[in-house]
């Protein structure tokens, strides 16, 4: 069974960074893209971004460009998100999904993020 | 910046059928963009539910069935059960980027 398991509650300042994990079971990302989401409070869906399998190649959503960074590290079969200058519209919950092909299958639990002064 | 609309609500009674679809800003819904969909029930994360327009998941249960229908993508549930009452996501690939539709809330009355 594959198992994301994300890193846990995130209370963050405005101006803050922010550094979530999302980690796999077994070896369930190695041939597979990893896509961040994220949830504001009552809304939809949003995509923020995705990292290749090998580590080198990411693309981000052209609103979140210059504050977010994904990174893996393929040893321990885990996906960092990083972001920057925190806004209180960032508090979301933050979803990793994996892909491969085009295909989304499994998806972390979230990880909830606020940000307030 | 690319727009993905979906039905912001649908009611439907057990048993019943009903047809979400998903349309793009850019035009015609084609087999190229990928679609997903995705259900999310309150307080869960999302589920993936439809891949590549039409194919399940081994845990998509029958009732199920995606398609592309006049331009959109579509995702059809046939034998409404109360536990489908959720949101409803449809994801399209567009290059390197993903967009979301904003959901459609699905209500079993």
Redesign the interface.
Known sequence: QVQLVQSGAEVKTPGASLKISCKASESAFTSHFV?W?RQAPGQ????VG?INPGGDHT?Y??RFQGRVTLTRDTSTSTVYMDLSSLRSDDTAVY?C?REVS?????????TLVTVSS | ?TVVTQEPSLTVSPGGTVTLTCAASTGAVTNDY?P?W?Q?KPGQ????LI??TS?K?SWTPARFSGSLLGGKAALTLSGVQPEDEA?Y?C?L?YA????????TKLTVL
């Open positions: 896509h989401v939809g869906l949003e995509w995705r693309f959503a052209q979803y999904i085009s295909i989304f299958d499994y998806w972390g639990q979230g | 910046q990928s997903n995705f999310q994360a999302p589920t993936s891949y590549s194919y998941h949101e996501y994801l690939h390197d980027t993903r967009v979301f539709g904003g959901g």
